[in-house]
């Protein structure tokens, strides 16, 4: 045994002899080689294979991503605390405190004290990104380890299989693509797919066989003529062909819809040049040498993704008339493209410290801000959502990149775009297909906006704009708007109001209004009128006063019931839902307190309360949108509301006398009293105050008793 693990060292240290040419530093490698393989001796993997071939493989792939020894030796003893007997003690006594350090970030806590399983997990979690903070190696000895497991998955029960997998793909690839470890990332991605959904898995692998194969000569056909023109220019370059990971062909296929033979960039070719200069020289050359595919073409050399990643795409038009992918970018930014955050210990870059703390900014952030967070499980739900990536790149159809928050829709690319271009926005096409405006944007997608010749924003798109762009103009524009519709709306009440009295339209001028209405700011006089503050005659009484004093006799004011959310009082109604801005009692039916009372929903004018039988009701009340749930508030406080009966009798003289007086004697308020005789028949309109239905009902029976009265209804 110690043979074939004698064989594994020096394998492992050829590895590192590629990168790391100094023999001399090797002591404390090969102490933890032995050290560990001692430790784990007599302990065997699922597979049957010795437990401590797991530790080694993993050191390999940190060898591949040209770590530095130390992290590589850690890895070598990475499960010796949990697994086996020795103690964190010791391994600092053996090996120092930066590897004993690397080796308890690793090292899951045991505690019995986490008896669901979740909240252990959660826990452990958190732990490792706390020791993730002060050494950044750690969870590259995590990616590596669970990279290994990964690869060993299929020893494992089944259900454990798909809950390591599910925890791969949620967690530890987007970590390594935050991180920018693509080439990690990409491996623990396909793998969790292999066992997530293996026919998937399948169809996938056998596709991406039979393109590459057919791609294959096309793909040298294209090579030779690019070389040849490189070296032309004198321009040293490697180009290699790369078929797409099979999980982001799994997520083309399932979240974007798209079939499988439309999918035209399974492999993509790769120019890696010297430097970032000649990047675009290569451009040149591949755009001269075939056709581009206009509006493909984005430059993340000038525009670097946020985790490090740089490179130009295009996309050109190859002799079999498909497409294919072209990425361009020199030797180090494809070291970053692969290895990211790796790539700093590698010694081909020259990364600074500075350099690295730049890329794990964001990370440091979130410990900082979450590290007081005393519920694991929220915890690790915030971290999963700050992987995330934060930024999503889109092209307009010219093919203008713009950089948007995740989540974005069709309209906050509008409002990005121009001002006009959002205001007039009425619709959008992505990647060609008309969509619907809350839609949310993907990276790579390409969005077209349908204008109107109208402005057109609409209040619903607060509800999903998410860039504060979109969010403040859309605002302002709703408010300026509102002034407009208010004054249409209030001149028309008032309108109506006049023509009722006979006087022409023409006679309403600003001038008057400003002189007699009491208002000299119109817009206040509008938005009054609208929210019922005054009524259309108290404003067309000051503005003709002598047409009004010879037509009616109106004794008193009429004062609707209006309760406004900001206002002090306390609410009167009981809403299901959130409270809107306005409440108003319907006028035409006037509803007390005892009333069925059902609530109308306008956008304009918030919500109407009528009473459940009035014929006022708009028809289309049944659609759920405008129907809301209303009820009395059970504590009304004496608190009074208006309402209007109508009592018909025989007219005769002190008629309207002695049903003045027969309401005041209950103590109730009479806000309006309008009589008409119509030759012996008296019609009499009285709007009052009472505080519910039963003193309604007295109200009537009283009335009832007055001589000559036949009818009182509401
Ligand atoms: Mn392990």
């Not at 530890?172 to 997530?196: C, M, N, S, T, V």
């Not at 992505?430 to 924003?457: C, F, M, R």
Request: proline share 4%; with cysteine.
């Amino acid at each position: 045994m110690k043979r074939v693990f004698k064989e594994k060292y020096e394998e492992l240290v050829r590895r590192i002899n590629k990168y790391f040419p100094d023999g001399g530093g090797y002591k404390i490698l090969e102490k933890a080689f032995w050290f560990g393989y001692d430790s784990h001796n007599g302990q065997f993997r699922r597979s049957g294979a010795p437990y401590f071939e797991h530790c080694v493989e993993a050191a390999n792939i940190l060898a591949e991503l040209q770590l530095d020894l130390k992290t590589i030796a850690a890895c070598l003893l990475h499960d010796v605390v949990e697994d086996t007997g020795v103690s964190i003690e010791e391994v600092k006594e053996g090996f120092g405190e930066d590897i004993a350090m690397l080796v308890d970030g690793v090292t899951k806590i045991t505690d019995l004290r986490f008896k669901d399983a979740e909240i252990k997990q959660a826990e452990n979690f958190r732990k490792m990104l706390l020791s993730m903070a002060r050494d950044i190696r750690v969870i590259m000895i995590k990616f590596a380890d669970r990279l290994h497991n990964m690869r060993t998955l299929e020893h494992l029960p089944k259900r454990k299989q798909k809950w390591i997998a599910r925890e791969t793909l949620d967690v530890y690839a987007p970590l390594a693509h935050r991180f920018g470890i693509a080439r990690l990332a990409w491996q623990l991605e396909d793998l969790a797919l292999k066992f997530l959904d293996p026919d998937s898995y399948i169809f996938i692998d056998k596709m991406i066989e039979e393109k590459w194969s057919d791609k294959m000569e096309q793909i040298e056909k294209m090579k030779d003529p690019i070389r040849r023109e490189m070296i032309n220019l004198n321009i040293p370059c490697s180009i290699v062909a790369r078929p797409k990971s099979y999980y982001s062909v799994y997520k083309k296929m399932t979240t974007e819809n798209i079939s499988p033979s439309e999918i035209h960039d399974l492999l993509a070719l790769r120019i890696i040049t010297d430097k970032k200069e000649t990047c675009y020289a290569a451009v040149g050359v591949v755009h001269t040498l075939f056709i581009p595919v206009a509006d493909r073409f984005t430059d993340y050399i000038a525009t670097p993704k946020s985790n490090g990643y740089q490179s130009i795409h295009t996309t050109v038009i190859i002799p079999d008339g498909h497409m294919m992918e072209v990425h361009i970018r020199n030797k180090a930014m494809d070291l970053t493209a692969e290895m990211g955050i790796a790539a700093h210990w590698s010694y081909d870059t020259k990364y600074t410290e500075e350099d690295l703390d730049k890329q794990l900014d964001w990370f440091h952030q979130f410990i900082d801000m979450n590290i007081e967070d005393a519920n694991p499980a929220e915890f690790m739900e915030s971290f999963k959502f700050d992987l995330v990536q934060h930024e999503i790149f889109v092209f307009s159809p010219r093919g203008k990149l713009i950089k948007l928050p995740k989540d974005a829709t069709p309209v906050d690319f509008a409002f990005d775009v121009h001002t006009e271009v959002g205001l007039h926005c009425i619709g959008a096409k992505v990647n060609s297909k008309v969509v619907p405006l809350n839609t949310t944007l993907q990276n790579g997608d390409e969005v077209q906006i349908l204008t109107s010749s109208k402005p057109n924003p609409q209040e619903s798109w607060l509800s999903f704009v998410i860039t504060s762009k979109a969010i403040s103009l859309i605002g302002k524009w709703l408010r300026d708007n509102r002034k407009k519709l208010y004054k249409e709306h209030g001149r028309k009440l008032l309108f109506i109001e006049l023509s009722n009295n006979n006087i022409p339209e023409k006679e309403l001028t600003d001038k008057l209004l400003k002189q007699r209405s009491g208002f000299s700011n119109l817009d206040a006089l509008y938005t009054a009128l609208v929210q019922h503050e005054v009524t259309p005659e108290e404003i067309a009484k000051r503005l003709f006063p002598s047409v009004y004093r010879k037509n009616k006799v109106s004794l008193f004011r009429r004062i609707p019931r209006i309760w406004k959310s900001e206002s002090k009082e306390e609410p009167y109604l009981i809403i299901e839902g959130e409270m809107p801005k306005v409440i108003e009692l319907s006028r035409c039916c006037r509803p007390i307190p005892g009333d069925k009372i059902f609530g109308y929903f306008d956008e304009n004018k918030g919500v109407i309360v009528h009473r459940s039988r009035c014929k006022n009701i708009p028809g289309d009340s049944f659609n759920g949108k405008h129907n809301i749930k209303v009820d009395w508030a059970a504590d009304l406080n004496n608190r009074v509301f208006a309402t209007t009966i109508k009592v018909t009798g025989v007219d005769r003289k002190h008629l309207l006398r002695d049903i003045a007086i027969a309401i005041s004697e209950l103590d109730i308020n009479v806000l309006v009293i309008h009589i008409e005789a119509k030759e012996t028949v008296a019609i009499c309109d009285i709007t009052m105050e009472v505080k519910d239905l039963s003193q309604l009902d007295e109200v009537n029976r009283k009335i009832s008793k007055i001589k000559g009265v036949q009818r009182v209804v509401r």
